[in-house]
C-alpha cells in the first residue's frame, strides 16, 4: 500500500459526459501529480500541484482540469469525454522541497476510465 | 528536458542478473537518475535512485559512470515476479517525473 488513495478504481461512463476522479495524497507530500496511461503506452503526464498551486503542465488538454484543495486532496476532470480517452489514471505523490530532486513518489493504484 | 533512451524490451531467466542501460547524453548538472517499476495495471513503484557513481539498495545497483551520460539498473539474481516494466527518470524538482517508454523485462522459469 502506497498511502495514495485513488477513487473510484472503475468507471465506465458515455461520449461526452464529464466525469471527476479523486486523488488523496500520502500525509505530508504536498506535491500531487496526474498521468494518463493508454493501453500498453507508457505514462503520460498531465500536471503537477505542490500545496494547492499549479507547478507543472504536460500533455493535459483543454477539456481537462485538475485542482488541489487546501486539504491536499487533488481532483482531475475530464469532460466532453471521447472514447480516446478510456485509460488509467494515475495520481502520485510526493515530498518535494524547493527544486531539489524527487527523491521519490508514490503512486495509487488507478481510476480505470472506459468511456464507451 | 533530458531525453531517455532505453531498450523496448530485455529477456532473461530466473537466477540471472540483469543490467538494463539507459541513456542520457543531455542530462543537466542537477538532474537526478531515478528508476521505477511498473507491473500491469498497477502505479510504478520507485527502485532506487542516484547522482554519480554506485548506489545499491536491498533490490538493485545503480551504476553511473563519471560523465553521467548513461545509467545501469542492475537486478541481481532476477525471478519471475521481476517480469514488469523498467522506467529510466532524468530530473530535478518539477521535471523529475517524466516517464519515458521503458524498458519491459520477461524473466523465463
Known amino acids: 500500500d502506497s498511502g495514495v488513495t485513488q477513487t473510484p478504481k472503475h468507471l465506465i461512463t458515455a461520449t461526452g459526459q464529464r466525469v471527476t476522479l479523486r486523488c488523496s495524497p500520502r500525509?505530508?507530500?504536498?506535491?500531487v501529480y496526474w498521468y494518463q496511461q493508454s493501453l500498453d503506452q507508457g505514462l503520460q503526464f498531465l500536471i503537477q500541484y505542490y500545496n494547492g498551486e499549479e507547478r507543472a503542465k504536460g500533455n493535459i488538454l483543454e477539456r481537462f482540469s485538475a485542482q488541489q484543495f487546501p486539504d491536499l486532496h487533488s481532483e482531475l476532470n475530464l469532460s466532453s469525454l471521447e472514447l480516446g480517452d478510456s485509460a488509467l489514471y494515475f495520481c502520485?505523490?510526493?515530498?518535494?522541497?524547493?527544486?531539489?530532486?524527487?527523491?521519490?513518489?508514490?503512486f495509487g493504484q488507478g481510476t480505470r476510465l472506459t468511456v464507451v | 528536458l533530458a531525453k531517455t533512451t532505453q531498450p523496448i524490451s530485455m529477456d532473461s531467466y530466473e537466477g540471472q542478473e540483469v543490467n538494463i542501460t539507459c541513456s542520457h547524453n543531455?542530462?543537466?548538472?542537477?538532474?537526478?537518475i531515478t528508476w521505477y517499476q511498473q507491473f500491469p495495471s498497477q502505479g510504478p513503484r520507485f527502485i532506487i535512485q542516484g547522482y554519480k557513481t554506485k548506489v545499491t539498495n536491498e533490490v538493485a545497483s545503480l551504476f553511473i559512470p563519471a560523465d553521467r551520460k548513461s545509467s545501469t539498473l542492475s537486478l541481481p539474481r532476477v525471478s519471475l515476479s521481476d517480469t514488469a516494466v523498467y522506467y529510466c527518470?532524468?530530473?530535478?524538482?518539477?521535471?523529475?517525473?517524466?516517464f519515458g517508454s521503458g524498458t519491459r523485462l520477461q524473466v523465463q522459469p
Open positions: 502520485a505523490s510526493s515530498v518535494v522541497v524547493g527544486g531539489q530532486a524527487v527523491t521519490e513518489a508514490f
Open positions: 500525509s505530508g507530500d504536498l506535491s
Open positions: 527518470l532524468v530530473g530535478a524538482g518539477r521535471r523529475a517525473l517524466t
Open positions: 543531455n542530462i543537466a548538472t542537477n538532474d537526478y
